[in-house]
């Protein structure tokens, strides 16, 4: 499908993209940026790589798709950086979880001639790191694309192909609708998993060791990286804190019917909550 | 163990404890009582119901334990009911989610030389019935058991060793405590989980498909009965409503955080809940 993919920083989405495009071979060959030594003496050691190196204009300078999986705060920066280097026809895209800040900035700094589609595969773990890859990680799920009406439609037509091949459901929107669409699926849940934590850790330590399987999947998400997941919240913070906003007067409300012992309105709360996730489970 | 265990009502708890119990020999007899003829009629097939019946009296008459396994609201209905049939030394105990009011009430109710001792085994799924009954359900899990201080020695020691068999954890707290402590690690945590499906519901349907197995583990435990919940809030309204309240609070500061851009605050808020989700991960 390409001649050369360069996956930059790979962490447990972009190792796990590399294995994946191995695996599925759309691509003759896979270059690795990694700015720490460490990483780029692991990454020699995989089969999913033909080359790493610490050099931006050498990784990037022959690739056909290059994919930026670096944490949020990072992918307009490193973008910036690759811009001068990129050849002729070549595509970028990224792996970020917000898209409005990164899809606008990127696309004014890519030279004309080539081309920027956001991204955001809705894949991940709470577990980071290229030990954690795994070329399984995006079958199957939902991967957002955030063109802009001008962005060029064979770019955008050869991005969403490639999310494609790897088994992921494409769905095609704009940046501003996609950051309000996973403030709700998934920045919110994050929050609430992590104001629970929090919480919770300002009461008697020994309560967790009594915690059932409830409470450990209902905070999975809080275990994910902290500082990752503030450049997340912060990116998208106009529509997650209306997210929390709308959150709070749903759960006031049903703070007071429980208050009021009104046991019809909490049966309609529990059975409403129930129909939502209900169907979220049959849709998998 | 026991000559003859008798359980009442066998739905998710009650199926799997009866198979536990045959599984481990832990009575020569297992004897179910179930209300609804199509359940007995299920029970009858089973390798771990010896005898089942209707009738409460002579379910219980010749019982050395009984474990009452119905919805909260109807433990103590039900021990009021078996307590002219027990015979001399019967112990009687339950697995419902709240035991203040059940323990108390069902203190006053259980005439002499008989004991109930309150049980709260932190084991179930949002899957509910006895279709869904494993004989592995309690291992490894804590059970609470919550003996008032006038409560016979050796009764509580019976009840305990019981869970011991069945190999849980068991930790004995007062009834007001174990509300306190459920409130916050189980109650807290459904109610959040089922507002967050509550509220994405009033939210654009198709946005449910994009979602990852963040709000999936998130939300699973929202897919619990709903009448059964609404008895279990309704039994410890106010310790919950006072932990939505603190949690509230916590939500609220971390709002404001992100709103006001303030990177510090936020970051420490996610690296605390991150800490204690770690934590939580490590017991296990």
Known sequence: MFKQITILAPGLLGASLATAVKDRQLADRNVIWARRAETRVACSDQSWC???????????G????????????TIH????????????????????????????YCHTVIPLGRQFVGSHPMAGSEKSG??????????GKTCFITPLVDTDEKAVEAILRFWKELDMEVATVSPERHDEIVAHISHLPHVLASVLCSFLSTKDSSWGNFAGDGLRDTTRV???????????IEQNREEIV???????????SLKSAIANSQSFDILNHLKRGKAYRDRLRSSQ
């Open 130 to 139: 290229m030990a954690h890859a795994r070329k399984d990680l995006f079958c």
């Open 77 to 104: 920066p490193l973008v910036v950086r690759i811009s001068p280097h990129l050849k002729k026809g070549a595509l970028v895209t990224d792996v970020g979880s917000t898209k409005s800040l990164i899809t606008r």
């Open 242 to 252: 209306r997210a929390i906003s709308q959150f709070e007067n749903e759960l006031q």
């Open 50 to 60: 033909d080359h790493v190196t610490d050099s931006l204009e050498e990784a990037v």
């Open 222 to 232: 809080a275990g994910g990286g902290a500082a990752i997941w503030k450049s997340i």
């Open 62 to 73: 022959e690739a056909d798709l290059v994919v930026v999986c670096s944490p949020v705060e």
